[in-house]
């Protein structure tokens, strides 16, 4: 194993230490999943920014499993087939998704804000789909009201949009804040490609 990788897995597991720790210092927290965090995510995007996208895709699923037994998914009583979904778009692949973050990350400060844009717009996309295909004939769903009834898109949109929207916009401003700083910017040079 070469220095360098040595050392790209050693940063990529502070940086999952630490996207966890933050994880749980929530503004607040939806009643069926999903939390607005204090930038949990921008440690896992940190990864991409200076490792590349590539790379960054296997800690990112490595979050997303930590994610699921941190969140007790499989204490909600799910069926098989709605757990193994929920599994899959709700942590591999939203999670995975924020590999994402790196792909503009030779751009600068824009290039980064951009690419946690997009990274975290696919991680809506894919619990948008979760509460649309998975989520939308269980109970709780009528538990939001008369106004989701029968409308599972606006469901899904409402609902994990009221947690997506704030969690990107403190990720962004998090990053354009700490990525300014003349130590992080020399970090993120050093490692560009």
């Keep these: 194993m070469k220095k360098n990788s040595s050392k790209q897995i050693t940063v990529s597991a502070m940086m999952i230490a630490l996207s966890t720790i933050l994880s749980f210092i929530k503004v607040y927290e939806m009643p069926l999943g999903g939390a607005v965090t204090l930038m949990s995510m921008f440690p896992i995007c940190m990864i991409a920014i200076l490792y590349g996208t590539k790379f960054a895709i296997a800690p990112c699923i490595v979050y ?12 909600w009583g799910l069926t098989p087939t709605i757990l193994a979904g929920t ?12 590999s994402l973050s790196g792909i503009f990350r030779t751009k600068g400060t824009k290039g980064i804000i951009l ?5 975290c717009s696919v991680r809506f996309i894919c619990h948008f789909v979760s509460g649309f295909v998975i989520f939308k004939n269980l109970e709780q769903f009528a538990a939001f009201g008369a106004i989701f009834t029968n409308r599972p898109l606006l469901y899904s949109l409402c609902y994990n949009g009221l947690y997506m929207l704030p969690e990107t916009i403190f990720t962004c401003i998090g990053a354009f804040v700490i990525t300014r700083l003349n130590v992080i910017k020399r970090i993120i040079e050093e490692n560009k490609i």
């Design 115 to 119: 690419g946690i844009v997009l990274a």
């Design 87 to 98: 599994i899959i778009f709700d942590y591999i692949l939203a999670f995975g998704s924020l």
């Design 64 to 75: 997303g499993i930590v994610q699921i037994f941190q969140s007790g998914a499989f204490g």
